[in-house]
């Protein structure tokens, strides 16, 4: 085995704190951070391990992108926003979460004007379960109000349904019992519709979950 250059080490056969030495044929494999150098005496040719600007070649080409292993050193490309990394077929991949959205809508009311709440338009030819959080609070927090709404929707080649016209509204639960919201469909979305009392301002909010 080739003799390390001791302005290196002092002692060629004790590598210092920090670095792990494995002999490899004549050399000296050093592991210092995230180079990988062969040490042979003087000569010091550097292995990237990660680190494409330590001297190796990187598959990787945009912010984000992972890399595994897949027979060779395979880059995963960034995945979209909200989606989660999972393991499918043995291999990491980007997934979508159990949901399609999950998203907040609001809107304010000062009379008893039926309004429109925010709304889900229905990709074409899916169906879809809607779950909604409503809230109503009088902007002077003398009275509110929550409701739970369910329903399933159907997209058919361009046309929405509510399966069955079924709404089912858990509420109000509060002090606010005049006030009423439901769903219905314009075009290809499903709209959450609220209904508030003549001369108060009432603000809505709304959270859907849809699956």
């Known amino acids: 085995m080739a003799r390390l250059n001791r302005e290196r080490f002092p002692d060629p056969n004790v590598p210092p704190p920090g670095t792990v030495a494995v002999t490899y044929g004549d050399g000296l494999l050093v592991s210092e951070g995230s180079v990988v150098e062969v040490d042979f005496g003087t000569d010091h040719d550097q292995v990237a391990r990660g680190d494409a600007a330590a001297g190796g070649a990187s598959p990787l080409t945009t912010n984000g992108d992972l890399w595994f292993y897949s027979t060779t050193d395979t880059r995963l490309p960034v995945g979209t926003?909200?989606?989660?990394?999972r393991v499918v077929a043995g291999l990491p991949a980007w997934s979508s979460l159990p949901w399609a959205?999950?998203?907040?809508?609001?809107?304010?009311?000062?009379?008893?004007?039926?309004?429109t709440c925010g709304s889900y338009?229905?990709?074409?030819?899916?169906?879809?379960?809607?779950?909604?959080?409503?809230?109503?609070?009088?902007?002077?927090?003398?009275?509110?109000?929550?409701?739970?709404?369910?329903?399933?929707a159907i997209n058919d080649a361009g046309t929405v349904t509510i399966s069955g016209g079924d709404i089912g509204v858990d509420g109000p639960t509060g002090s606010a019992v005049t006030w009423s919201v439901t769903l219905d469909v314009s075009g290809t979305a499903v709209r959450l519709r609220v209904t508030g009392e003549a001369a108060t301002d009432i603000t809505w909010t709304a959270r859907w979950i849809v699956s």
Do not use: C, I, M, Y
């Not at 338009?121 to 709404?149: I, Q, S, Y």
């Open 101 to 115: 959205a999950d998203t907040s809508t609001g809107v304010s009311t000062a009379d008893a004007t039926q309004t």
């Open 81 to 85: 926003t909200a989606q989660v990394l």
């Open 121 to 152: 338009t229905v990709p074409n030819n899916t169906a879809v379960f809607l779950e909604l959080t409503v809230h109503a609070n009088k902007t002077d927090r003398t009275a509110g109000a929550g409701w739970k709404v369910r329903a399933h």
